[in-house]
């Protein structure tokens, strides 16, 4: 059964990078599929960060392209997502997910559990 | 940009129907998706293509999209549908959620 979990420090510094790993298991992720990871601010919604390919092709909000970057590491079967110069608008539950998608249809399953990063000094 | 717009909440009775809609521009001529998260957990998969309940998912959501309008239908809604729904799509290469309905079950 697939899984995802995310993990990294759950405080970051204003201005400084934040780095979260995604770990996935039951599927070897250079198989294909995409693996997005979304962001929930406290008491908010849901926001798409970015998605990355097994064969590494990438996509990002248009909102955050210019500071994030999502790579996938297929020796250790993992998701890696690089977000820089965080402000505290960046505080939230990052989830990373499976991102089926083709020409047409298009969702996220499995999510994994989330995990709260707060940026503060 | 796309924007997809849902309703801030839904009261629903046990037992009840309860519609959450979702609306965007030709929303129709492209798939939504939807998912539920119930406090302090993950979102959830529902319904995804419009209509294709994943398994595991009970039969009283169904999905449906036509028009501008994409619809999340939970037909004798229980106590544990109480949570959070939020429909999804695709749109210029890029993933766009709306902004999420909360369905309260009186």
């Known amino acids: 059964q697939l899984q995802v979990q995310e993990s990294g420090p759950g405080l970051v510094k204003p201005w400084e990078t934040l780095s979260l790993t995604c770990t996935v298991s039951?599927?070897?992720?250079?198989?294909?599929?995409?693996w997005g990871w979304i962001r929930q601010p406290p008491g908010k919604g849901l926001e798409w960060i970015g998605s990355?390919?097994?064969?590494?092709?990438?996509d990002y909000s248009p909102s955050l392209n210019s500071r994030v970057t999502i790579s996938l590491d297929t020796s250790k079967n993992q998701v890696s997502l690089k977000l820089t110069s965080v402000t505290a608008a960046d505080t939230a539950v990052y989830f990373c997910a499976r991102h089926v998608r083709d020409f047409v249809v298009n969702w996220f399953d499995p999510w994994g559990q989330g995990t709260l990063v707060t940026v503060s000094s | 940009s796309f924007e997809l717009t849902q309703p801030p909440s839904v009261s629903v009775s046990p037992g009840q129907t309860a519609t959450i809609t979702c609306s965007g521009d030709k929303l129709g001529d492209k798939y939504a998706s939807w998912y539920q998260q119930r406090p302090g957990q993950s979102p959830v998969l529902v319904i995804s293509?419009?209509?294709q309940r994943p398994s595991g998912i009970p039969e009283r959501f169904s999905g449906s999209n036509s028009g501008n309008t994409a619809t999340l239908t939970i037909s004798g809604t229980q106590a544990m549908d109480e949570a959070d729904y939020y429909c999804?799509?695709?749109?210029?290469?890029?993933?766009?959620f709306g902004a999420g309905t909360t369905v309260t079950v009186l």
């Open positions: 039951g599927y070897t992720i250079r198989s294909g599929y995409y």
């Open positions: 999804q799509a695709w749109d210029s290469n890029s993933a766009v």
């Open positions: 293509h419009d209509s």
């Open positions: 990355a390919s097994h064969i590494g092709t990438t």
